[in-house]
């Protein structure tokens, strides 16, 4: 089955521990992407990767790190985390041929920082 | 600088006709999704307009004119499951793929 997977689903952690957030795809797509939803601000991308090693800034970058070391895999890394990253992250990949920017989503990572 | 305007909230009747609107102001332009999301739930993709001009798709169509900044969702025979969230998107162009979603309109379908 095509999908986008992420781990953990939930996640509560204290501040300026160090965590991982991994997001594995099985469709061989080239883009992948970290987002962040908050009430009233809707989905704010975070970093993106257009292929393996080539990755750039989305609007909110700051306090993330993320990897594209292969292409089925982006982990997003928060170094030290801080409570205003408390929020609903989203993993998205897609095809970056002109042909099908459809973006498909992983079923999230509730993070809870204290 | 960049922004996306959709309504905050719409309600409907169930078989009635609704239409969300998204403006957008954008440093470039290739392009603009259209994602349905449920409560609690991940996006899921409706449509990508790049060309002016309006795309139907069973139920739902969206229409784009880069022009004026503006988009649409249209849904038909709406049913009680639309009720969601619609969020418009807009890929950036001008930075690789940068894309940039609006705040969502939260439809309520009421029988």
């Known amino acids: 089955e095509a999908q986008v997977t992420q781990n953990p689903r939930y996640l509560i952690t204290v501040t300026g521990k160090k965590l991982t957030v991994t997001c594995s795809q099985n469709m061989n797509h080239e883009y992948m992407s970290w987002y962040r939803q908050d009430p009233g601000l809707g989905l704010r991308q975070i970093y993106y990767s257009m292929n393996v090693e080539v990755t750039d800034k989305g609007d909110v970058p700051e306090g993330y790190k993320v990897s594209r070391k292969e292409k089925r895999n982006f982990p997003l890394i928060l170094e030290s985390p801080s409570p205003n990253q408390t929020s609903l992250y989203f993993c998205?990949?897609?095809?970056?041929?002109?042909?099908?920017?459809?973006?498909?989503f992983g079923p999230g990572t509730r993070l809870t920082v204290t | 600088g960049q922004n996306i305007d959709q309504p905050t909230e719409m309600t409907a009747t169930e078989g009635a006709i609704v239409q969300i609107n998204c403006t957008y102001q954008?440093?470039?332009?290739?392009?603009l999704f259209w994602y349905q999301q449920h409560a609690g739930e991940a996006p899921t993709f409706l449509s990508y307009?790049?060309?002016?001009g309006l795309e139907e798709k069973g139920r739902f169509s969206s229409f784009l004119s880069r022009s004026k900044g503006y988009s649409y969702l249209l849904l038909k025979e709406l049913q009680m499951k639309d009720s969601a969230s619609y969020l418009c998107?807009?890929?950036?162009?001008?930075?690789?793929?940068?894309?940039?979603f609006g705040p969502g309109t939260s439809l309520s379908v009421i029988p």
């Open positions: 998205a990949s897609s095809l970056s041929d002109s042909s099908s920017y459809e973006q498909y």
């Open positions: 307009n790049v060309l002016d």
């Open positions: 998107a807009v890929r950036d162009g001008t930075s690789y793929d940068k894309v940039i």
């Open positions: 954008t440093s470039g332009f290739n392009g």
